[in-house]
């Protein structure tokens, strides 16, 4: 029993901890628009996990606060400019029934140039 860990903090000491992350809800997709409405959703959470921005939604019904000109990637300029861009209309069938089908624009190949280093890179399908 002499070897046992114990521990320093007293049952009333208040461990300061820091806020949690306020992440976005999912809302459940029942119809066109509801599904959209999820993708926006899983969208920005994926955008605040990655660091890419930061949670401006807030609590509804409060405005969020202030930030800086530049700050939290608002303003950041794309690295990547599209120089070409070859798309092609395609018709997808439901192989069960034909009747049934979607007409689809495909992009068969994309050329990028980088803003930085000014190289460019070309993707074809």
Do not use: H, Y
């Given at each position: 029993?002499?070897?046992?860990?114990?521990?320093?903090?007293?049952?009333?000491?208040?461990?300061?901890?820091?806020?949690?992350v306020l992440l976005p809800s999912i809302p459940q997709a029942t119809d066109l628009a509801s599904a959209l409405s999820a993708i926006q959703a899983m969208t920005d959470m994926l955008n605040l996990l990655?660091?890419?921005?930061?949670?401006?939604?807030?609590?509804?019904?409060?405005?969020?606060?202030?930030?800086?000109?530049?700050?939290?990637?608002?303003?950041?300029?794309?690295?990547?400019?599209?120089?070409?861009?070859?798309?092609?209309?395609?018709?997808?069938?439901?192989?069960?029934?034909?009747?049934?089908?979607?007409?689809?624009?495909?992009?068969?190949?994309?050329?990028?140039?980088?803003?930085?280093?000014?190289?460019?890179?070309?993707?074809?399908?």
């Amino acid at each position: 029993m002499a070897n046992a860990p114990q521990c320093f903090i007293s049952v009333n000491e208040t461990i300061n901890q820091p806020p949690g992350v306020l992440l976005p809800s999912i809302p459940q997709a029942t119809d066109l628009a509801s599904a959209l409405s999820a993708i926006q959703a899983m969208t920005d959470m994926l955008n605040l996990l990655t660091g890419q921005i930061v949670n401006t939604r807030g609590q509804p019904g409060r405005q969020g606060q202030a930030g800086q000109p530049g700050k939290n990637n608002q303003n950041k300029v794309g690295r990547f400019t599209e120089i070409k861009r070859v798309t092609e209309n395609v018709t997808v069938t439901n192989p069960q029934d034909s009747s049934q089908f979607v007409e689809v624009e495909r992009i068969n190949a994309l050329t990028m140039r980088d803003n930085i280093t000014g190289e460019t890179w070309t993707w074809s399908l």
